[in-house]
T-cell receptor
Framework: DADVTQTPRNRITKTGKRIMLECSQT?????MYWYRQDPGLGLRLIYY???????NKGEISDGYSVSRQAQAKFSLSLESAIPNQTALYFC????????????????FGPGTRLLVL | KQEVTQIPAALSVPEGENLVLNCSFT??????LQWFRQDPGKGLTSLLL?????REQTSGRLNASLDKSSGRSTLYIAASQPGDSATYLC????????????FGQGTTLQVKP
């Protein structure tokens, strides 16, 4: 089984609808991230969480919210979807290095392809 | 502004050729740099991670180098194979306190049999 799973894998929705993308991990990592990928722009960080009680905005958090329900679960919500939120969304996890820093790599889920009409 | 750029955006080579993918970053005060592979319909897979104090890392046919002073990293792929066809992403971490990665746009590689 995959260490980082995302549901749904594909989603089509209409402008103004509220949707939730879910991420689960079995790696036991405290740190989780949500990114979006647009053609030609690489991945950009939306939100990240260091533990269940910690939520931090990334570089493009407007229009999004997150919930860290448990160590293993991190959900991304679009309160009122708009067409420019059409993108590929990735969840990732990481574990701190020996000194509690972020020297270790991030492990990514398979992505959710979202289309907002 | 901290930016990461990858050139070229796409590359097509015949099987067996050695090739180099380039990554440049605007701020040389990096913490680490990572190379990822992205296959269609799948997530990103980490290939190599270079700490700021290192000059290169090797894994099999892959070798990644880092030159902080010039703001450049290269990923060298030896004896390319059709299975190497994928998008390769470079990502830079500037702070060990946030874990935030800044990604390049990626280079899509096609290795023809």
């Amino acid at each position: 089984d995959a260490d980082v799973t995302q549901t749904p894998r594909n989603r089509i929705t209409k402008t103004g609808k509220r949707i939730m993308l879910e991420c689960s991990q079995t790696k036991g990592h405290d740190r989780m991230y949500w990114y979006r990928q647009d053609p030609g722009l690489g991945l950009r960080l939306i939100y990240y969480s260091f533990d269940v009680k910690d939520i931090n905005k990334g570089e493009i958090s407007d229009g999004y919210s997150v919930s860290r329900q448990a160590q293993a679960k991190f959900s991304l919500s679009l309160e009122s979807a708009i067409p420019n939120q059409t993108a590929l969304y990735f969840c990732a996890t990481s574990d701190p290095g020996p000194r509690g820093n972020f020297g270790e790599t991030q492990y990514f889920g398979p992505g959710t392809r979202l289309l907002v009409l | 502004k901290q930016e990461v750029t990858q050139i070229p955006a796409a590359l097509s080579v015949p099987e067996g050729e050695n090739l180099v993918l380039n990554c440049s970053f605007t701020d040389s005060a990096i913490y680490n740099l990572q190379w990822f592979r992205q296959d269609p319909g799948k997530g990103l897979t980490s290939l190599l991670l270079i700490q700021s104090s290192q000059r290169e890392q090797t894994s099999g046919r892959l070798n990644a180098s880092l030159d902080k002073s010039s703001g450049r990293s290269t990923l060298y792929i030896a004896a390319s194979q059709p299975g190497d066809s994928a998008t390769y992403l470079c990502a830079v971490m500037y702070s060990s306190n946030t874990g935030k990665l800044i990604f390049g746009q990626g280079t899509t590689l096609q290795v023809k049999p």
